[in-house]
Nanobody, 123 residues
């Protein structure tokens, strides 16, 4: 499975961006992680297709929304009220076995990773 992410860019604080990711094959769910320079990769959000369940990191609740199309294996991350601390490379990931249902925030729940798309939020 190959993943292609897009939609990153430069935005002012308080602004919005929408990230998109398409998987080349069937998945059980997809997620987004991010990594800022000098930090570890961290979980942002995930969606489990068959349950329709969504999961969010605390620091994005109320600001980010994950959505997607199960049939097309595409996922989007709508990011509103962006803050400078949201600046990072954002990665989409695919779960082929449904582990998102139990461990959505763990790297090990995902089988494939896309290249990062950079998001920069200026103050």
């Amino acid at each position: 499975v190959q993943l292609q992410a897009s939609g990153g860019g430069l935005v002012e604080a308080g602004g919005s961006l929408r990230l998109s990711c398409a998987a080349s094959g069937r998945t059980a769910g997809m997620g987004w992680f991010r990594q800022a320079p000098g930090t570890e990769r961290e979980f942002v959000a995930a969606i489990h297709w068959s349950r329709g369940s969504t999961y969010y990191a605390e620091f994005v609740k109320g600001r980010f929304t994950i959505s997607g199309d199960k049939a097309k294996n595409t996922v989007a991350l709508q990011m509103n009220s962006l803050k400078p601390e949201d600046t990072a490379d954002y990665f989409c990931a695919a779960d082929l076995r449904g582990r998102i249902l139990y461990y959505s925030s763990r790297d090990s729940s995902y089988d494939y990773w896309g290249q990062g798309t950079q998001v920069t939020v200026s103050s």
